[in-house]
């Protein structure tokens, strides 16, 4: 089992930045498919990104492609997920999540694939 603790979200103008951080407790973090998604106010929840357990392979929304960067650190027990060119349509509660299960990349977007999920880190885009 593993706990989740996201942090790094908060309020930012249009077309900045920011490093949202995922910080898991328990073991074998890195067996762990990692990923990050999202949900505004009114809408479902959706998929941002997701790394491989090694950290070799990542995948992207297309909605973030370009502007975000997903990375791990596996001696840390950490996921990141640096965000840049951020826009209004960005403001949402960010998740991170963790799998044991998936076997196939086609399903890192999946969320009901994830087990584990954090509480959520408030990111607000302002125009």
């Known amino acids: 089992q593993v706990q989740l603790v996201e942090s790094g979200g908060g309020l930012v103008q249009a077309g900045g930045s920011l490093r949202l951080s995922c910080a898991a407790s328990?073991?074998?973090?890195?067996?762990?498919?990692m990923a990050w998604f999202r949900q505004a106010p009114g809408k479902e929840r959706e998929f941002v990104a997701a790394i491989s357990w090694s950290g070799d392979s990542t995948y992207y929304a297309d909605s973030v492609k370009g502007r975000s960067t997903i990375s791990r650190d596996n001696a840390e027990n950490s996921v990141y997920l640096q965000m840049s060119s951020l826009k209004p349509e960005d403001t949402a509660v960010y998740y991170c999540?963790?799998?044991?299960?998936?076997?196939?990349?086609?399903?890192?977007?999946?969320?009901?694939?994830?087990?584990?999920w954090g509480q959520g880190t408030q990111v607000t885009v302002s125009s």
């Open positions: 328990g073991r074998a973090f890195s067996t762990y498919v």
């Open positions: 999540a963790a799998s044991r299960i998936i076997a196939s990349p086609t399903l890192y977007s999946g969320s009901r694939y994830y087990s584990y």
